[in-house]
């Protein structure tokens, strides 16, 4: 994405919403044939939220939006655009961002989804922001992204390299005008489909439709390659990141904040100091929501957000990962008090 145009574009709104099951290391543990200690000690997680029985992510995803736009000050109907990233969608189709259209009321909006799974979030909010700068519309300025994730019911819970790290969860955030010089000042986005076969969900998709065989081998389960992510996101992150800053003329120092996709503290803390932002302030909730896949961005910023951590002006910087695979990054200057009713 190039320069702000002259129709600036940035977060109105945060919200996000967890599960109210809390699962301790000591559960997952347990299935994984590992002890809870051997999860911190690996991922730094120490606990994770599982969706209830009845919660799709589309219920997950409502509730979060309904936050954001409580937030933002405006209503549903106000939503020109709807974009819900997510890679454990409701159902194959329709898409999960209609069944939250009709849960929120937001009747004006077209809805789509986007999945770039674990960087799908920063995709998302890119795409929004480039819908609404490139067609104002000053009767419905508004589009509202979420990340959503239900990722316990893909995960094989007796995997321990991936069992471990999941959790549930979303965020979501109501996009609109700002002041010219905040919002979204630039991101950059990148795919690498040679790599595609580290993180995947073999079965269920065209290739290899459900079958009982599919579902014997249990090749509806989420699969990844940790070593060989580890050692991209290690080398592609830090690159991304510094692209991104030179391209916009932003010193690493000018960075007040940064935001990642919330894989892994361990991993995210040996990236740090390749990374290079000397003054930015660091936000992880690894530890007590696990990697929640897209919602981990949205949720993070939120939290944040309500903890009062960002003021007028700040810059913050937002790193997506994951399968594809895909990466992406973004800078937002912070506006205090954006909503426009």
Not at 259 to 285: E, F, M
Request: charged share 20%; glycine share 10%; with cysteine.
């Amino acid at each position: 994405m190039g320069p702000q145009t002259e129709f600036p574009i940035g977060i109105l709104g945060t919200g996000s919403y967890l599960p109210a099951e809390l699962v301790s290391n000591h559960v997952v543990a347990q299935r994984a044939g590992v002890t809870a200690e051997w999860i911190e000690t690996k991922t730094g997680i120490r606990s994770r939220r599982y969706a209830a029985g009845h919660e799709a992510t589309s219920d997950l995803a409502a509730e979060a939006a309904r936050s954001a736009l409580d937030a933002a000050g405006i209503t549903a109907g106000q939503l020109k655009w709807i974009v819900v990233a997510t890679s454990t969608p409701d159902h194959p189709q329709p898409a999960t961002a209609c069944l939250v259209q009709q849960r929120i009321g937001a009747r004006a909006a077209a809805a789509f989804d986007l999945n770039s799974v674990c960087s799908g979030f920063v995709f998302a909010l890119v795409t929004a922001a480039r819908l609404l700068s490139a067609a104002p519309d000053e009767s419905v300025p508004y589009a509202l992204v979420i990340g959503a994730d239900v990722y316990s019911r893909i995960i094989d819970p007796t995997d321990r390299r991936t069992a471990i790290l999941f959790g549930d969860g979303a965020g979501a955030f109501v996009l609109g005008p700002v002041r010219p010089g905040h919002g979204l000042i630039g991101a950059h986005l990148a795919s690498d489909g040679e790599r595609h076969d580290l993180i995947r969900v073999p079965a269920g998709g065209s290739r290899e439709p459900a079958s009982e065989k599919t579902v014997a081998e249990g090749r509806h389960h989420f699969r990844m390659n940790g070593r060989a992510v580890s050692d991209y996101v290690l080398a592609e992150l830090p690159r991304a990141v510094r692209a991104l800053l030179a391209a916009h003329d932003v010193a690493s120092a000018d960075v007040d904040h940064f935001i990642p996709h919330q894989a892994n503290d361990v991993l995210l803390r040996t990236a740090l100091p390749d990374i290079g932002l000397p003054r930015a302030r660091v936000h992880l909730t690894v530890a007590e929501h696990g990697n929640t896949s897209a919602a981990s961005i949205p949720l993070a910023l939120d939290q944040a957000q309500r903890q009062g951590a960002f003021t007028d002006g700040e810059l913050l910087l937002l790193a997506g990962f994951g399968g594809g695979m895909s990466l992406g990054t973004a800078l937002v200057r912070w506006q205090s008090g954006e909503a426009r009713h």
